[in-house]
């Protein structure tokens, strides 16, 4: 190969792989999300630094342009190229999370540096804001653009709900003092903030969210519909405490440098709770599940030991180098 190439491999129950394949022929190519598709076949995104312009004998639906642009890759069940695309038009874009929707299709969220008029003769449902844009493109099954929308900040997660709209979660520079003439549930802090945004089937704004606090600087990294219709977002909190939010105090407080944060919305996107995950280094939270008894599972990475956190000890004893952390909760937060 030449540069970097993507590489996708399927492992079977035992861990053994039943096959694998580059995605990238003659150009730098990263993926950074992944996911199974309803047919068997899975949906790969993330970004291409060149042109790719065949994949098993197959044409990109959309063309590459220039810079970084967003690339996904539909594979069937054996792993052969079912279908790609390009999205990004001409400034530098880059895909951070994808998932398969309900009617087959697919929704991702990423970045974009620059405006995007047009995708496939389609225009934005939001304008881009001069800046570094979340972007929201909705494809159906067979890869072409249904509708996509800028939304200010940047982001890291995206899931279908369970009313065919979509919550995406990520990080704000700046206030985004209002989205298609919603206004924010919760202010802007005034440094980077967690931004939750819902959108409806359409991709238009339902509502949405800043969650930090006035002296640290926030960031969400997971985001995922609760079974109770609300929303469970998992990050980070650098630098400070955040001793209240909407009229909540923290389930555990903030201890140093950098913590898990873990925030409990409801339906409409208020605080039904949040808490501190972390000891006296560096903690972050990378993603968020519901379990099947209603708690959270959350998985992300220490710099240093947390011995006790809740008064709990850790079952497997830190390495004393940077470690993965998993942490279970219980549905109201605590450990």
Sequence with gaps: YTQYNNLVVKLDASGSVDWYTFLGETSSAAYNSVQQTTDGGYIVAGAAAGNIPTLQEKTPIN????????????????????????????????????????????????????????????????PYSGSQDMLVVRLDASGSVNWYTFLGGTSSSIQQTSDGGHIVAGSAYADIPSLQGKTPLNAYSGNLDMLVVKLNASGNVAWYTFLGGA??????????????????????????????????TPMNDFTAMMDMLVVKLDASGSVDWYTFLGGTDVEQANSIQQTSDGGYIVAGYAGADLNPLYGKTPINGFSSSGDIMVVKLKNDGTL
Excluded at 219 to 246: F, K
């Design 215 to 248: 002296a640290g600087f926030e960031g969400a990294g997971s985001i995922q519909q609760t079974a109770d219709g609300g929303y469970i977002v998992a990050g980070i909190e650098w630098g400070s405490n955040i001793p209240s939010l909407q009229g909540k």
């Design 63 to 126: 063309p590459y342009s220039s810079n970084y642009n967003n690339l996904v890759v539909k594979l069937d069940a054996s792993g052969s190229v079912a279908w790609y695309t390009f999205l990004g038009e001409t400034p530098s874009t880059v895909t951070i999370s994808v998932q398969h929707t309900a009617d087959g299709g697919c929704i991702f969220a990423g970045l974009a540096a620059a405006d995007i008029p047009t995708l496939q003769t389609k225009s934005p449902i939001n």
